[in-house]
Nanobody, 125 residues
Framework: QVQLVESGGGLVQAGDSLRLSCAAS????????MGWFRRAPGKEREFVAG????????RYTDSVKGRFTISRDDAENTVYLQMDSLKPEDTAVYYC??????????????????WGQGTQVTVSS
């Protein structure tokens, strides 16, 4: 069983940057699509960014396009989410998730079979 641990969240001001990390232990995600989701208070958990198992394709929700970048380093079993030009509406708990073996990017959370505990990102005005 894979274990995912997110880190890098914190309290920042609008316009600042953060880089979230997701480190895996146990089974790796070498051939698994990986995704970042977030849940803001009172809202459903939503897809933020995804990356294919090969790392050659990515997908982003419209609200973060041009500001967030997902990447992966399979040698270190780590997925990153670079978050630039942060806005107050980005405030949420951010979760790292692993998709199925040899799967493609999926925006629906039920396509992912392992989740981290989440890391809080708070962006002040």
């Amino acid at each position: 069983q894979v274990q995912l641990v997110e880190s890098g969240g914190g309290l920042v001001q609008a316009g600042d940057s953060l880089r979230l990390s997701c480190a895996a232990s146990g089974r790796t995600f070498r051939r698994n699509a990986m995704g970042w989701f977030r849940r803001a208070p009172g809202k459903e958990r939503e897809f933020v960014a995804g990356i294919s198992w090969s790392g050659d394709t990515t997908r982003y929700t419209d609200s973060v396009k041009g500001r967030f970048t997902i990447s992966r380093d399979d040698a270190e079993n780590t997925v990153y989410l670079q978050m630039d030009s942060l806005k107050p509406e980005d405030t949420a708990v951010y979760y790292c998730a692993r998709g199925g073996y040899n799967s493609g990017i999926n925006i629906w959370e039920n396509a992912y079979n392992s989740w981290g505990q989440g890391t809080q990102v708070t962006v002040s005005s």
